[in-house]
């Protein structure tokens, strides 16, 4: 969400434009340092303690709690055997992986799931299966917010063989997967959430895939299609019915393949809602500006209209989406202004790398996505015109934004941030910094860095409440409800992929745009444990008459 200099109220669904204004002073940003510059290695952000609302983690053999759920892993394999959340089951058996090898269907033998290390903020479990021709055998690892991640090995026990099939599967009770949502969604629709159709649902490959109710749900995820061998024209996505069941599917072989190395496959889990929705957005009181032309007696009547929470965009500083500002005395006296009054400030961070940032030249090719995603211009005279391209959090470009982060949170008086698009794991193929992978024909595929987008948001969580215990996260995410990466938000904005359509003549055509099941699935935040804000713009399809 950006937009041109200007003071927004933006209250539930009220949006008023309260006049434009112009931004001074334009200079010259931070000189880069000679050298390995003071951020590169930072470690801000990074820590092992749980913080609130989250609980420590309890586990055992086979058994790990975290805030609000349960996760059993009773089985050889290392994957979850039941999964609760919100007093309810949403495994109706152990997740699996089932398949042929050697023409032989798989059966997988061996002892649960070990305990191996239970600190507060996480559990790891180890796990070993064996079947006539294959042996799994991985470890699992939940932390505090309940994210699964399994790292798994298969490999061949007696020399190559042929895998003909090799599928994992999730079966979920029918009541408890009444909605789906995955990522990447498109801009201009909502057909990334929706109601499960009773035929259920195919896809292409997908890394994030939620499947639940208005109050809870599960979901998968995967940063790639890597060892996926199907024919082609196979989705190996697919999502079936099955006598009181909806099972999730993951094809990852399909098409005999011959395995003669190990193959590693890693898979993530997280049941929501992941924490308490409350305090929600209501209580935040949130209002939208980009200018520090703001006065005294305006803020004042903006506690008077009952503001609690100002999210000061991208014009904060003159380069775009940088975590520091030569307009240093500015934004230390709306601070203090803010918080003489109870206002909580929030900056602007975004999720890319402008041209006139100082690390621009030296950085940009190992930091920016590939191939070269974004773009976007910013021309707000008198500020100088420059443009940004997207970031990748899986490169040195999280140390910068952490470590620059927590010299913003020492230096002024702020109460956290506006994060725009950060819990996004863009899709990259960046193999300067580990993105990608080398497919059988040589070509290069699509990697999502969820885990180091996660990593990015856990840090920015740990160092606002670090310094601001009651700090927020407030995060726009539209089309993208990744929970791995979106749990560390205190709330999120969802909605400008349809601020482009055009108003509809008819009040009911509205659930054309947005029908009653994507809303559900997307926009109540309950399911999730993250508060929800519907964005809309004046100019977009919602109109309040
Ligand atoms: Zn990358």
Redesign the pocket.
């Known amino acids: 969400m950006r937009r041109p200099l200007g003071v927004w109220l933006v209250l539930g669904s009220m949006s008023l434009w309260a006049g434009g204004m112009g931004m001074d002073g334009v200079g010259a940003a931070e000189g880069q340092p000679a050298g390995k510059p003071w951020w590169e290695g930072s470690q801000a952000g990074i820590s092992d303690q749980v913080l609130p609302p989250w609980t420590p983690v309890e586990a055992a053999d086979g058994l790990v709690q975290v805030w609000g759920r349960e996760y059993r892993f009773e089985g050889p394999l290392p994957l979850p055997t039941a999964v609760q959340t919100r007093q309810k089951p949403v495994l109706a058996g152990p997740i699996g992986l089932r398949g042929k090898a050697a023409d032989q269907e798989l059966r997988w033998t061996g002892g649960p799931c070990r305990l191996v290390e239970a600190r507060p903020s996480a559990a790891q479990l180890t796990g070993q299966a064996e079947s006539a021709h294959l042996e799994c055998q991985g470890t699992i690892r939940v932390e505090y917010d309940g994210m699964i991640r399994c790292d798994l090995e298969l490999r061949p026990k007696q020399g190559p063989v042929v895998v003909q099939e090799l599928v994992l599967e999730m079966p979920i009770p029918a009541e408890h997967a009444k909605y789906f949502h995955f990522y990447p969604g498109r801009w201009g629709s909502s057909y990334n959430s929706r109601a499960l159709p009773a035929e259920g649902y195919k896809s292409e490959f997908k890394p994030f895939f939620w499947l639940g109710d208005e109050w809870r749900g599960l979901s998968w995820f995967s940063e790639s299609d890597e060892h996926f061998y199907n024919p082609k024209g196979v989705p190996p996505i697919q999502i079936v019915r099955r006598s009181g069941q909806v099972v999730f599917r993951v094809l990852l072989i399909t098409e005999a393949w011959k395995m003669a190395e190990p193959v590693r496959y890693t898979f993530g889990f997280q049941a929501t809602p992941v924490k308490p929705d409350r305090p929600d957005a209501w209580d935040f009181r949130t209002v939208h500006m980009g200018s520090y032309q703001v006065d005294e007696a305006f803020l004042d009547r903006l506690v008077q209209a009952g503001v609690r929470t100002m999210c000061f965009h991208e014009h904060w500083t003159d380069i775009q989406a940088y975590p520091a500002t030569t307009h240093g005395a500015e934004l230390r006296r709306l601070a203090e202004a803010c918080k003489k009054r109870n206002i909580q400030l929030l900056l602007y961070l975004g999720y890319e790398m402008s041209t006139i940032a100082p690390e621009w030249e030296a950085y940009h090719e190992e930091c920016l996505?590939a191939p070269r995603a974004g773009g976007y211009k910013r021309t707000y005279q008198p500020q100088p015109d420059q443009t940004a391209y997207i970031v990748?959090y899986?490169?040195k470009w999280q140390d910068f934004l952490a470590a620059h982060l927590e010299k913003l949170l020492k230096e002024y008086p702020i109460s956290g941030v506006y994060l725009d698009g950060t819990a996004n794991p863009w899709g990259?193929r960046?193999t300067k910094?580990g993105?990608g992978y080398k497919r059988p024909d040589g070509s290069v595929g699509t990697t999502y860095?969820i885990f180091s987008t996660r990593s990015m948001m856990k840090r920015i969580y740990t160092l606002v409440r670090q310094y601001v215990p009651d700090g927020q996260v407030n995060v726009h995410q539209s089309t993208c409800m990744t929970i791995p990466t979106l749990a560390f938000a205190t709330s999120y904005w969802d909605g400008e992929q349809l601020q482009s359509l055009k108003r509809p003549e008819k009040f009911e055509q509205i659930m054309e745009i947005l029908p009653l099941d994507a809303f559900r699935a997307e926009f109540m935040g309950k399911n999730w444990g993250v508060p929800a804000e519907l964005l809309h713009y004046a100019s977009g399809p919602f109109h309040r008459s």
Do not use: L, M, T, W
Request: hydrophobic share 10%; proline share 11%; charged share 10%.
């Open positions: 996505v990748c899986r490169s990259c960046n910094h993105c860095p």
